[in-house]
């Protein structure tokens, strides 16, 4: 019976199976032909070399152990000379390869000589572009030659000092056939991903129904999928956890530990940071002045912890401590019945721990919007919007730098989207304990209190999020209308209106009233989180951010375009230049060119859209989130400067609407209502021709509109998995894991 039922599933799809299997076949002869043709043109190549050991430049010294010593730059090279028989060179490395993952941080702390190497092949005569190697991966020291004899020279590109990995260059090789499977399976993946969004596909046809066991047994393979990297991540950091503490002499001391040390202050019940104090800090009269402290460095006087804060002798720190309070005190208190005194959570832990909660409460934001406001709402345009909301969010970025800059971030969008899964939630009819206000739609007092706990959370995380409890009135813009007439309700509404108003507030002020207590007990005012005192590039207790940089920051926010490259990862960063000094962190776009969708965010004034979206409550709130994130956007530019990882503040925002208006164009192809022409048709038969004429374009137009839905999200995927490749930027993988980048790099190369 199971051979039966599998053979009619077959049958009935059998054209897509034999869809897919050409595709695959396809991808196959992709990665065995044009991917492997260094292997197929150097099939004849000699590989005769010259000889046993390359002549040297005078910058260049050989070591006993085989390695290179770069003494001068200006002659560091070593030649070869080619026969013309391949139009390929390959570097031998000195040491075996190590694991892919090993940092150049971990080797040079080894003392092991550098395996990450910049070079440069000139052949008679000509310079070609510098280019990078690594020493753990075989791939990347094939270099491409010219292809006729000559004589070839590479340079190596590093400072004097450098001690290298690489002990010799060949010629005329044969370069060997690979097949890379991770290669195959990224085309693979993307082949799949447009088979199943074309716009004929079933996805398209499937609606929503949050009622399914199908659907919901596929939104936990999901949820598990993410658990087991989340839980793959936090394992690999603990495991391979490090002090994350960096100092040099006459310098800053950069401690990447904050929420550590603020979980040990908790635990010790001190407001301040157990750190080592300096003297001299304390007398100067302005210790925030740069000019001041770099003068101190030279001294020899410190420790100065780099964009700490420091007040009256102590060291603090400005971020939010609820992260610190729920995830670093439990596991030093837990690790320290295993290990005296207890273990420090490592910030990549505590980012990816935060951001699987933020992926799993905003999808279930994203598909309690969707079902409540668009009808007929299909499976694929509530994944493609799923997708959206992630990518404009700026779940990628957070999840590149998983340190502790990201975790108030990954926290306030986390407790963000759970606190308006609740408030949302609170208007829905079939929510138990709820209370009428007047005329007024019920409210679930529960979910009311859930609402305000999580949202009056971002209090303690990051505090610009807080001013998404401004929907609230936008939300139950119809309950609070209703207090207009208190005096004249009855005593049943006066009561429901105190169970509505209770329900919000309390829960909001049990949170936020214990911070602004810490708040005060630290720098003597509630809302002072101490940024003011940072020891930063700036004196940020006079500085002023020039409102001339304002409109410049924002355009760089939403629309940096992307600077192109003709290398891997063909993506580089873009200057941003401002009128007058600002922070700037290197970017590669802004976030409308890193993913263009988001501009059906202003799909939400089309009368169509408005229309679809039926719901009285939840469309006024969505499209209120677009003046909510252009409010952060000006807030960011003013205050903040210019950075990345500031997109996340209102990035969010706008996907939400986004998100929404891609679910509401491209649904399912019946109309969500009963159309008010149908009236018409049965008084009128010739309006019948009408009506079919117009739902006929209406279904030619939906397919386009499909096609280019997905492929806005696949382009955004793949500009966004290209981003974290790209030199230059926070955390580059050429400088924290280049054995990943040229990995990856050796995909494209020759």
């Known amino acids: 019976m199971v051979m039966n039922i599998f053979k009619h599933d077959f049958d009935r799809h059998r054209p897509m199976w034999i869809a897919c299997a050409l595709i695959l076949a396809a991808i196959a002869v992709i990665e065995v032909v044009p991917c492997n043709l260094p292997f197929w043109t150097s099939f004849g190549a000699s590989t005769d070399s010259v000889s046993a050991v390359n002549p040297l430049g005078s910058g260049l010294r050989r070591q006993d152990d085989g390695t290179l010593t770069v003494t001068d730059p200006t002659n560091a090279y070593m030649e070869v000379t080619a026969d013309g028989s391949s139009p390929f060179v390959r570097l031998e490395a000195t040491t075996p390869p190590l694991h892919k993952h090993t940092t150049k941080t971990e080797l040079d702390s080894d003392n092991m000589p550098q395996t990450y190497v910049h070079v440069r092949l000139d052949t008679g005569g000509a310079s070609q572009a510098g280019q990078s190697v690594d020493t753990r991966v075989a791939h990347s020291l094939y270099l491409r030659s010219p292809g006729h004899a000559a004589t070839l020279r590479l340079w190596i590109q590093e400072p004097k000092g450098t001690a290298i990995a690489i002990s010799a260059m060949r010629a005329n090789v044969r370069v060997p056939f690979r097949f890379d499977v991770w290669r195959f399976v990224v085309m693979a993946a993307f082949a799949m991903l447009l088979i199943a969004f074309r716009p ?202 998983m340190n502790f800059y990201s975790i108030p971030f990954a926290a306030s969008l986390a407790v963000s989207a759970l606190g308006l899964w609740f408030w949302i939630g609170a208007t829905m009819s079939h929510t138990r304990h709820a209370v009428t206000i007047g005329n007024s739609d019920p409210l679930s007092w529960p979910h009311l209190m859930a609402g305000s706990c999580f949202i009056a959370a971002n209090f303690g995380c990051r505090p610009t999020f807080t001013l998404v409890a401004l929907l609230a009135f936008v939300l139950f813009g119809p309950q609070l209308r209703q207090l207009r007439n208190l005096r004249s309700m009855r005593r049943s509404d006066r009561r429901a209106a105190m169970v509505v108003l209770c329900s919000i507030i309390i829960p909001a002020l049990i949170v936020v009233a214990p911070l602004t207590l810490y708040n005060m007990l630290r720098f003597g005012s509630a809302v002072d989180f101490g940024e003011r005192y940072q020891i930063t590039v700036a004196d940020m207790m006079h500085h002023h951010m020039a409102t001339m940089n304002l409109l410049p920051s924002i355009g760089y926010y939403l629309f940096l375009p992307l600077r192109t490259s003709p290398d891997f990862p063909f993506l580089s960063i873009n200057p941003t230049p401002l009128p007058t000094w600002n922070y700037n962190e290197p970017m590669i776009g802004g976030l409308i060119a890193l993913c263009p969708a988001l501009l059906l965010a202003a799909c939400m004034a089309l009368p169509r859209v408005r229309r679809i979206m039926n719901d009285s409550t939840i469309r006024p709130t969505v499209t209120a989130m677009l003046p909510l994130a252009l409010a952060l956007l000006v807030f960011d530019s003013l205050k903040g400067g210019l950075g990345w990882r500031y997109m996340v503040d209102f990035g969010w925002l706008i996907a939400i609407p986004a998100s929404t208006a891609l679910a509401a164009i491209t649904r399912c192809g019946k109309e969500h209502s009963v159309d008010r022409h149908e009236t018409l048709v049965e008084q009128e038969p010739l309006f019948a021709h009408v009506i079919a004429g117009i739902q006929h374009l209406g279904g030619s137009i939906r397919y386009p509109l499909r096609l280019i839905a997905t492929l806005l999200i696949v382009f955004s995927l793949i500009v966004d998995l290209l981003c974290m490749f790209v030199p230059g930027r926070e955390d580059a993988l050429t400088r924290t894991n280049p054995a990943l980048y040229q990995s990856v790099a050796s995909w494209f190369k020759l």
């Not at 929420?259 to 407001?271: E, F, K, M």
């Not at 740069?290 to 101190?296: D, G, K, L, N, Y």
């Not at 060291?315 to 420090?344: C, D, E, K, N, Q």
């Open 200 to 401: 004929h596909a079933a996805l398209w046809n499937t609606r929503l129904d949050t009622g399914s066991r199908p659907q919901r047994l596929a939104f936990a393979g999901f949820a598990i999928c993410n658990a087991i990297l989340m839980s793959t991540v936090v394992i690999s950091s603990i495991r391979s956890a490090s002090p994350g503490v960096f100092h040099e002499p006459r310098g800053y001391t950069y401690d990447f530990n904050q929420y550590g040390h603020l979980a040990d202050s908790l635990i010790q019940g001190r407001t301040w940071l157990d750190l080592p104090q300096s003297d001299a800090l304390a007398t100067v009269a302005n210790p925030y002045d740069p000019a001041v402290r770099e003068m101190m460095l030279a001294k020899g006087e410190g420790p100065m912890y780099w964009d700490y804060v420091y007040r009256s002798g102590h060291w603090y720190s400005y971020f939010g401590v609820l992260p610190a309070l729920f995830l670093f005190v439990p596991y030093r208190l837990i690790t320290a019945i295993f290990v005296p005194g207890g273990l420090m959570l490592p910030a990549q832990a505590a980012t990816a721990v935060l951001l699987f909660a933020f992926i799993i409460c905003g999808s279930l934001l994203i598909i309690r919007i969707i079902s409540r406001t668009v009808p007929h709402a299909s499976l694929a345009s509530t994944i493609l919007a799923l997708t959206l909301f992630l990518l404009g969010s700026n779940t990628g970025y957070l999840s590149f730098r």
